[in-house]
């Protein structure tokens, strides 16, 4: 498998306010990472895919400009909710894949919940 | 575009056995997971099925059917601490590592 951490676990922040959320692939070189959204009681949505060194692809429907995220490294790739919103408010989880892993296995952060007042 | 159906929620007693299906309509196909994942947590991985049959692993057991598009999750000898969400996820043709989720089987295991 792989270890993968995010953080911050979790964070509040008022309306308006930016947030960066880390997630590192803790063992392994991950040349993809993802990041999902969730919302209560629904599965997980792809909001785009982030490869070490290039831009991210975004999901139909997710603002670029909103959800800034950079891949700097094979071990850290960065999601930046802009301006956030209540409406942002949800769990957002990072998943790697790639490298030696077997095709399309993800393995999953922990996961950040954020909250926006 | 993907379509991946599961039911919403099942309830079993403990000991007991259930299966969980999952059918799915994809811009082809490369292989189907299952992973749990517990309220507020990250999902985990249970199993992976690229070729028809049953895989089976434990208490759990995965089935496939390419020529269906149908999947399930068998989870024997139920335990409390199996309550929680399994997703289905299939992963179609390319080379870009995406999985496309269907919205998740809650499983209430009850005493």
């Known amino acids: 498998g792989a270890v993968v951490s995010q953080h911050p676990s979790w964070v509040i922040c008022k309306s308006g306010t930016s947030v960066k959320i880390e997630c590192r692939s803790l063992?392994?070189?991950?040349?993809?990472m993802f990041w999902y959204r969730q919302f209560p009681k629904q599965s997980l949505m792809l909001m785009a895919t982030s490869n070490e060194g290039s831009k991210a692809t975004y999901e139909q429907g997710v603002e670029k400009d909103k959800f800034l995220i950079n891949h700097a490294s094979l071990t850290l790739s960065t999601l930046t909710v802009t301006s956030a919103h209540p409406e942002d408010s949800s769990f957002y989880i990072c998943?790697?894949?790639?490298?030696?892993?077997?095709?399309?296995?993800?393995?999953f952060g922990p996961g950040t919940r954020l909250t926006v007042l | 575009g993907q379509n991946i159906d599961q039911p919403t929620e099942m309830t079993a007693t403990e000991g007991a056995i259930v299966q969980i299906n999952c059918t799915y309509q994809t811009s082809g196909f490369n292989g189907l997971f299952w992973y749990q994942q517990h309220a507020g947590e990250a999902p985990t991985f249970l199993s992976y099925n690229v070729l028809d049959g049953l895989e089976e692993k434990g208490r759990f057991s995965s089935f496939l059917s390419r020529s269906k598009g149908y999947s399930y999750l068998l989870l024997k000898e139920l335990q409390m601490k199996d309550s929680a969400s399994y997703l289905c996820a299939a992963v179609p043709r390319g080379g870009d590592y995406k999985l496309s989720f269907g919205a998740g089987t809650t499983v209430t295991v009850r005493a």
């Open positions: 063992d392994f070189q991950a040349t993809t």
């Open positions: 998943s790697v894949s790639g490298g030696r892993l077997r095709a399309n296995e993800q393995f």
